[in-house]
């Protein structure tokens, strides 16, 4: 047997911190649900055909899978069965769903969809090979509502505004100014462009500019791109900017005109959560209008945790197109970067709220202890019996360790006593329960069937370390 | 491109039946959580050879994962690297993952994992190849008390009771019982007896007893052994009837004595809920001591939905040994049964309990029922806002179709006209909001600072059909 040693890019948490990613996917989720969205899981797999469509660059990361076992008695339909590979995104196997389900679903479709996706890439800081995505799309059929593509920032900023994340923007273009422009100045290489215009980060304006004019772009030309990039504002002024490098083209027109839209819908609703930036390329291939990308304040060089966008044609079976627009957590990168950087933590380890002591290894004790846990289960309290009926102090410590805030002792009594000698009730006095906050050393008198921790305490909670 | 078609084995929900195995997954989750188990999640993938050391029959099952565009750029370390599988169980990752992260690990640990799992075995009703499982687990050091072995029977009895299924009895034997007795009768074989007995639902008494014979036992010996696989009570009188049987042996006692135990706690707290089984074998090489099958009441045939048992060497590193107890409930094979033959449903298609009208197309209209949904969010109330401004009727049919309970009109005023002169607010009369429910077809003033839906229509609901 192999040593047992961690794989590169597969993270896994200890449960403290899974309680943190738990509580990021359930706000995620309940905000999707508060906005209407409704949940479907796509298998892990797709004919790898599918999946490699997309995109020159798919292949790379795809992982394929094979029986280990395939052999003689594979032959005979196994053969004719398509190759499959594990899914790299959601957004694939959704508008795989789309087609073969369209008759059963109502349009326009909004779904989301939280599930773990893999790549078979390198692993590097933030990168990994398998990760949970977060996706909302609303998909119809035919023609897709314009306001759908300033719905989805402000869904991203409800959820974001409830979890402990850093300050964070939106970032919003539209794939028609940057194509309407080129073409306004002349050049027609859009995706070229596009794909040099987006190292303006990694490389800086002098490099973009360098690479434009050896493609045969004028300086001219290539001064113009720069200054379309550098528009960045929080609010409609990017279109008069845009209007002052007298640049006209009806594409471009077009572009302005939804990017406005969608910038003063989700500024009036959410303030400071958005901001036109026209660098923003995104995939070059694939979106046809909006497109999203966030960055948490203070952690730009990380890049984008939630991007996405509008795509005319998410699926299409010949004759009927479906037009889309979605956007993507990606919850993993988040809890990469906050859990890595320990700038969140959990409250404990463990749903328990309450250890139930054990007054003695009998099982009358043992009995009466279980009463109390069920007691307490029935009005929604988490809770657990202690293993062994150890000494009241190893007892607590067992809770300090795993961050259980009460310990529950049966029949302690007013003197707090160790209750050995509390018995089953047959014959002798029946001593009143005690609980007792180990953070505080506070101890009182309860009752199974009405104490109630303070609210704060009864699930494990998730904040921000400060 | 291929045509779309569904992959035999891999199944997908339409949302209305997705909301049902999201139920199944939360009762169960929260029912877990209740009982003081930490959440884990293991990754999809560990080395083959982990895999395939789970005995003989493991290989045929796995399924291999390769990077489909592994080349030249793999030569470095890619080689070096262990072949990978996806899991086809949560038992073998939580193995690996204990030993992985023993230090940081508070025992007896207490975990639940809910996850998909997957197997390349040939599809036939009832088995897929992805489907989810819910484990529970308690792994300990070198020790495990054996109160645990009652505990995890309680657990599930807590959430099939919370659950729409079937009336159900949880099946629990000591696989010492078996060993003690064969022992005692001078059967050595242990594995083997109970290979040729575990056939007995399959080809009947008279057949089991001419294979036992053809292994060597005398005719006397396989009566024994049928004998014994007979007695099944629910309560500890199989104690009685096995002594009856004139056996004797020190491993048998053990067996009676813990599973009396395990019988006697059960029945007292969950009535009615658990049986001694003696015929249960399950796991042949893998469990030591208590053994869990649980059968839908009516529905033996599609055989043991939850299953489990304890194993005194879960892991082991070479020095230290970890048993653990563990029960496997199998929510793809229950959402089989309970979706294929239409015995649960969900009220609804979505997780909206409103959809708020749009009163027309105009920013104004569009700002006032966002702002209304918005409000109603802010209380937790699910909505969406109609996606056009068409026909209050059509609008109605949108929600009806989704099973959307209540349709918000904006200003619909007192006359429950289509209030399409309502406007803004701006110079003219602002009318009140109506809200109807569209299954009763009542329409009431409300205010969406304050309505509240009835809560049984708040979230869709998951109930039995009868």
Redesign the interface.
């Known amino acids: 047997?192999?040593k047992?040693?961690?794989?590169s890019g597969?993270?896994?948490?200890?449960?403290t911190d899974?309680?943190v990613?738990?509580h990021f996917c359930d706000v995620i989720r309940e905000v999707f649900?508060?906005?209407?969205?409704?949940?479907?899981?796509?298998?892990?797999?797709e004919?790898?055909?599918?999946l490699?469509?997309q995109g020159e660059d798919a292949?790379?990361?795809?992982?394929?899978?094979?029986?280990?076992?395939?052999g003689a008695d594979d032959k005979g339909e196994g053969d004719r069965e398509?190759r499959?590979?594990?899914h790299f995104d959601l957004t694939v196997p959704f508008a795989?769903?789309v087609?073969?389900?369209a008759g059963?679903?109502?349009f326009?479709f909004?779904?989301y969809q939280i599930q773990?996706v893999?790549r078979?890439e390198r692993p590097q800081e933030g990168r990994y090979r398998?990760f949970t995505q977060a996706d909302i799309d609303v998909v119809?059929v035919g023609e897709l509502?314009g306001?759908?593509e300033a719905e989805m920032p402000l869904v991203i900023a409800?959820a974001f505004a409830r979890l402990p994340v850093p300050d964070f923007v939106i970032g919003v273009n539209n794939r028609k100014v940057a194509e309407g422009f080129y073409h306004g100045i002349g050049l027609d290489d859009v995706a070229g462009t596009l794909r040099m215009v987006d190292k303006l980060d990694k490389i800086g304006p002098d490099a973009v500019a360098d690479l434009l004019r050896a493609a045969g772009a004028s300086a001219e030309q290539a001064e113009q791109c720069l200054r379309l990039a550098e528009i960045r504002t929080a609010d409609e002024s990017f279109v008069d900017r845009v209007h002052a490098l007298g640049v006209a083209h009806p594409l471009l027109d077009e572009g302005l005109e939804s990017l406005a839209a969608v910038v003063h819908t989700v500024a009036?609703?959410a303030p400071g959560r958005i901001v036109a930036d026209l660098k923003i390329a995104r995939g070059l291939d694939y979106y046809t209008g909006t497109v999203y990308e966030t960055q948490f304040v203070g952690y730009e060089s990380w890049g984008s945790f939630c991007s996405g966008g509008r795509y005319d044609s998410l699926a299409s079976?010949g004759k009927v197109t479906y037009p889309g627009v979605g956007i993507s957590i990606g919850v993993s990168r988040i809890l990469g970067l906050l859990l890595g950087q320990n700038l969140v933590r959990a409250s404990r380890?463990?749903?328990?709220c309450v250890l139930v002591a054990l007054v003695s290894d009998s099982d009358a004790d043992?009995?009466r202890s279980?009463g109390v846990a069920?007691a307490l289960?029935r009005r929604?309290?988490?809770?657990?019996v202690a293993?062994?009926a150890a000494k009241f102090g190893k007892q607590i410590r067992?809770a300090d360790?795993?961050g259980i805030p009460f310990v529950w002792f049966p029949g302690a009594g007013s003197d707090g006593s160790s209750g050995a000698d509390s018995g089953d009730g047959a014959g002798g006095i029946e001593r009143g329960d005690e609980v007792k906050d180990i953070r505080s050393g506070e101890q009182v008198s309860a009752v199974a069937g009405s104490w109630t921790p303070p609210a704060e305490d009864l699930r494990p909670t998730v904040s921000r370390v400060v």
């Open positions: 047997m192999s047992i040693a961690p794989l597969f993270p896994e948490y200890l449960p899974r309680i990613e738990q649900e508060l906005h209407g969205f409704s949940s479907i899981e796509t298998r892990a797999v004919p790898i055909e599918r490699s469509s292949d790379k990361e795809i992982y394929a899978i094979s029986r280990l076992a395939a398509a499959l590979g594990l795989r769903y087609l073969e389900h059963s679903l109502q326009p909004r779904r773990k893999w078979g398998e119809d509502s306001h759908f409800d009036t609703a079976d380890s463990t749903p328990a043992r009995a279980v069920t289960r929604g309290i988490a809770c657990e293993p062994t067992y360790r795993r």
